[in-house]
């Protein structure tokens, strides 16, 4: 089943442990997403990666880093969090550029205390 | 830069009554636009999108949606709401590279 996975799907944390959350598609897509979700803001573009080891940022990108060394895997990690951090994580990828449709992971669920 | 606005947070329909979704954008190139529907506790699904070949596009599940450039507009209507229509309807655009902009949302609630 094709598919985007993501784990954990609930973390709770403590500012400024650093945790990483994963995040794989098994659709050989080039493209991949991070976007974050917070009421009555919609989601926001975390970071991007058009292919392995090219990444960008997006609108929001302070406190996040991401990597992409193999192409199915693009995980995000927050090296210090803080409770600003506290939201709904989507990962996303698609085929190619900007008409291509995203396919969504279920979503992690993020609190920072 | 691009944005997008979705006119009402939340819309409220009886069963069987005409959907309609609101979402205005702004785009210095011609955009590419899409609707997706967030069911709780899930990641967003494509409804439809719009990529310049017909102004005029259908989706799943009997949504559909218009481009109009003279309004810069790409409403989404169904003609007859569903109970399973009951969701977040979120709009976004992209300029064909690899940043999107998501809209705020709707909540959309149907009544029986």
């Known amino acids: 089943e094709a598919q985007v996975t993501q784990n954990p799907r609930y973390l709770i944390t403590v500012t400024g442990k650093k945790l990483t959350v994963t995040c794989s598609q098994n659709?050989?897509?080039?493209?991949m997403s991070w976007y974050r979700q917070d009421p009555g803001l919609g989601l926001r573009q975390i970071y991007y990666?058009?292919?392995?080891?090219?990444?960008d940022k997006g609108d929001v990108p302070e406190g996040y880093k991401v990597s992409r060394k193999e192409k199915r895997n693009f995980p995000l990690i927050l090296e210090s969090p803080s409770p600003n951090q506290t939201s709904l994580y989507f990962c996303a990828s698609s085929r190619g550029t900007g008409f291509d449709t995203q396919y969504f992971g279920p979503g992690t669920r993020l609190t920072v205390l | 830069a691009q944005s997008v606005t979705q006119l009402g947070s939340h819309v409220s329909v009886s069963e069987g009554a005409l959907v309609l979704l609101r979402c205005n954008y702004s785009s210095s190139v011609p955009p590419y636009l899409f609707w997706y529907v967030q069911y709780p506790n899930q990641g967003l699904q494509l409804l439809l999108k719009?990529?310049?070949?017909?102004?005029l596009v259908k989706g799943i599940n009997g949504f559909e949606a218009e481009f109009k450039k003279s309004e810069t507009s790409f409403h989404l209507t169904k003609p007859s709401a569903h109970m399973s229509d009951a969701a977040e309807y979120f709009c976004a655009v992209s300029d064909g590279t690899y940043k999107y902009i998501f809209g705020t949302g709707t909540r959309l609630k149907v009544l029986a």
């Open positions: 719009y990529t310049s070949a017909a102004t």
């Open positions: 659709m050989n897509h080039e493209y």
């Open positions: 990666s058009m292919n392995v080891e090219v990444t």
